[in-house]
């Protein structure tokens, strides 16, 4: 949490749309995805390129489709590797996989598992968690599974300190007014 990960995901689509090539960046929920589609078409803007370069899809909506930066649940990206005659990626620079750690999802890991394994060599990936546990090991799986030339950015310092406070045995609701004091 706050240690720069938008900013590189951010960074990535910056560059796409400065070479006019194509990037997804993928997320596990529908509510995630229209969020950062607005983010994104907000910064967009801030970077002097339209909002119309930025697109969403989910399996209910689709907004400029044929935008630069798509933003997609994952499985939309999945479908578009499975049917590369309908979506080609000679033009895709870039993937950015945000909430990765959904991976170990039991219903729907799989999803992110085998777009992994499909996309092609030449896209520059980057996945985004502050929640994988086995990091490291998941790095060598993807160098040796999919030759992959991956850097692992990791780091234990945390910027937002967690605080814990004894709650004594009054019920949440009781201690509401309590908890909005503490600084």
Do not use: C
Not at 13 to 26: P, W
Not at 54 to 65: D, M, Y
Not at 78 to 96: C, I, Q, T
Not at 129 to 158: C, I, K, M, Y
């Amino acid at each position: 949490t706050v240690m720069g990960k938008t900013l590189i995901a951010e960074a990535a689509l910056f560059e796409a749309l400065h070479l006019g090539r194509r990037a997804y960046y993928t997320t596990p929920l529908v509510a995630l995805t229209d969020q950062k589609y607005r983010e994104l078409q907000q910064r967009a803007i801030e970077w002097g390129f339209s909002p119309g370069s930025v697109g969403l899809v989910t399996g209910n909506r689709r907004e400029n489709l044929h935008a630069t930066v798509l933003v997609v649940v994952a499985e939309i990206l999945f479908n578009r590797l499975l049917h590369r005659d309908a979506f080609a990626f000679d033009d895709v620079h870039a993937v950015v996989m945000d909430e990765f750690h959904s991976i170990n999802d039991r219903e729907r890991g799989i999803v992110w598992e085998f777009t992994l394994g499909l996309l092609p060599p030449h896209v520059k990936l980057l996945l985004l968690s502050a929640t994988v546990g086995n990091a490291a090991q998941f790095v060598d799986w993807l160098r040796q599974a999919h030759q992959r030339r991956l850097e692992l950015v990791q780091s234990d310092q945390r910027k937002v300190p967690l605080e814990f406070h004894w709650v004594g045995d009054k019920l949440l609701n009781e201690h509401i007014e309590e908890m909005a004091e503490i600084p």
